[in-house]
């Protein structure tokens, strides 16, 4: 073989492919199924490829003997002959002639058998590669098979020289046909639970705990736990004061653990006009490496001391909530909490979709995916079980029947979803992936920016984020389709139902 050939094999699945990425979500299925159709994405990244990326040539010189046919188990050889090979090295050459300068030669004028001396060995490894992947490519397109991993593709000829054909053996598994489901005989039951007045109130009075004002107490009053107290303080280590470690006229509430541990215990008793020294150590896990695990004294100069006092329940307290009066703030209360309610009583529903359609479809499972989902299952649960661990110590995790089992039934979901789905030609439009991203964007204050940027850049991140968009919308199309019938429940009987899905 030339050297720096490199034989790598990118190939398409053909039009109207899909594939399943399964979330790491217990209870949930989420396809990564791409949008359009032609750009397929497996789970967790391990391979990608487009049918877009390779043009299938015609009259390809070449033959394809299936060597392995068990269950979606396939094996074949491909036998790319030399004069192809040849035949695409000279295309490449005249070609590229036009162009080319030369020591002694005109601008397009250099012989093609110099060219061929000067660059063939490096054409000749583009011409390898460009004849396996049309081979593929073409084998793809007439078989219908839709790999269900990135095949194993290895040239058997390793002992190949110019002249000599190239042969190449491939194998994989195939992604199974999906049957169809009738969605109208899928029977749903859908929850319905109302916000009663009661709920209402315990909302209303929660908002009016976080809209409490305060006031002074009486000259003397030591503080107690919730009271306010206002204060200056510095902060030193070793006798110097550190950087964000002073504030003037600082309003801290004892007991809401605001600051590090042990500095709020302090407070408890001091006056205002007196100073305290609170002697505390840095947690070694605290985010500024040069403070950790240090000892530290806050000088604190004590202003005031101050009660809680409960916001009264009435317009002007609605309308610092952004509310015209109270009613129209009662009504907002209602209309969120209804917006939760009907939330939960989805996850509810879908996950009696998803029983329903586990029990009542079956088709054959692609062994790889189940067994790259089982290990990842087993790693997840190992690294939540061993939080101070490395990441990279889980790598020997065995998954085990349990493990097994739950990926069988994410597979299957995942792909019978992604089959429903693109037949259905569901898709995720720009705007609701703009929304997406932004909501998520909200949860980095002051980095919202440059988070929408990162994942403008991230192709994996995309599809991490379209995935559950799209999962959503083929789950809101077979409850379409199905019968669904409603049955009000109390809030406390819909929140049972969602506790049993963890216990399931």
């Not at 039934?409 to 995720?428: D, F, H, P, S, Y």
Request: aromatic content about 6%.
């Amino acid at each position: 073989m030339p050297k720096n050939v490199c034989v790598r094999v990118f190939f398409g699945a053909g039009s109207g492919s899909a594939a399943v990425r399964i979330d790491s979500d217990a209870n949930s299925v989420e396809n990564r199924v791409a949008v359009p159709p032609d750009i397929i994405v497996y789970r967790r990244g391990l391979c990608a490829w487009t049918s877009n990326a390779l043009t299938t040539k015609k009259g390809l010189d070449m033959q394809v003997t299936e060597t392995l046919n068990d269950g979606l188990k396939r094996g074949y050889d491909i036998n790319v002959t030399a004069t192809e090979l040849d035949a695409k090295v000279m295309e490449k050459l005249i070609e590229a002639q036009p162009e080319i300068e030369m020591k002694g030669f005109r601008k397009g004028k250099v012989p093609i058998p110099l060219l061929k001396k000067q660059f063939g060995q490096r054409l000749m490894g583009e011409a390898m590669q460009e004849s396996i992947d049309g081979a593929m490519a073409k084998h793809f397109e007439e078989s219908g098979d839709r790999p269900a991993l990135q095949p194993e593709v290895k040239m058997t000829n390793e002992d190949w020289k110019e002249g000599d054909d190239v042969e190449v053996a491939i194998a994989y598994e195939k992604l199974p046909e999906i049957p169809q489901v009738d969605l109208s005989a899928i029977a749903l039951e859908r929850l319905v639970t109302k916000a009663d007045e009661t709920a209402v109130d315990e909302a209303l009075a929660q908002l009016a705990d976080t809209a409490k004002d305060y006031q002074d107490r009486d000259e003397g009053a030591a503080a107690e736990d919730g009271d306010q107290v206002v204060m200056d303080f510095v902060g030193k280590v070793d006798d110097e004061p550190f950087d964000g470690g002073s504030a003037e006229d600082y309003p801290l509430v004892l007991g809401s653990s605001s600051f590090i541990p042990g500095f709020e215990e302090q407070l408890v008793g001091v006056t205002a006009g007196t100073e305290k020294s609170v002697e505390v150590s840095f947690p070694d896990d605290y985010g500024a490496e040069n403070l950790a695990g240090k000892a530290a004294i806050f000088d604190c100069t004590i202003k005031a001391v101050k009660s809680a006092v409960a916001s009264e329940l009435n317009d002007e307290m609605a309308k610092k909530f952004g509310a015209e009066d109270l009613a129209a703030l009662k009504e907002q209360i209602s209309g969120r909490l209804e917006a939760e309610y009907a939330g939960a009583a989805r996850q509810v529903m879908k996950r009696g979709l998803l029983d329903q359609l586990d029990a009542t479809v079956t088709f054959d499972l692609p062994p790889s995916l189940v067994a790259a989902e089982a290990q990842q299952i087993a790693r997840q649960l190992w690294q939540e079980e061993n939080p101070e661990a490395e990441a990279n110590d889980s790598a020997e995790v065995e998954p085990n029947e349990e493990h097994t089992s739950l990926a069988e039934r994410r597979v299957k979901l995942g792909l019978l979803l992604a089959e429903i789905g693109q037949k259905a030609e569901v898709t995720v439009s720009d705007a609701e992936m703009t929304q997406a991203i932004m909501a998520q964007a909200r949860q980095y204050p002051g980095q919202e920016r440059q988070f929408f940027e990162f994942v403008q850049q991230n192709a994996q991140m995309q599809q991490q984020m379209r995935a559950p968009l799209f999962e959503d919308k083929v789950v809101d199309h077979i409850a379409e389709a199905a019968s669904v019938t409603e049955k009000e429940i109390d809030k406390d009987g819909l929140q049972a139902a969602v506790e049993a899905l963890d216990e399931e």
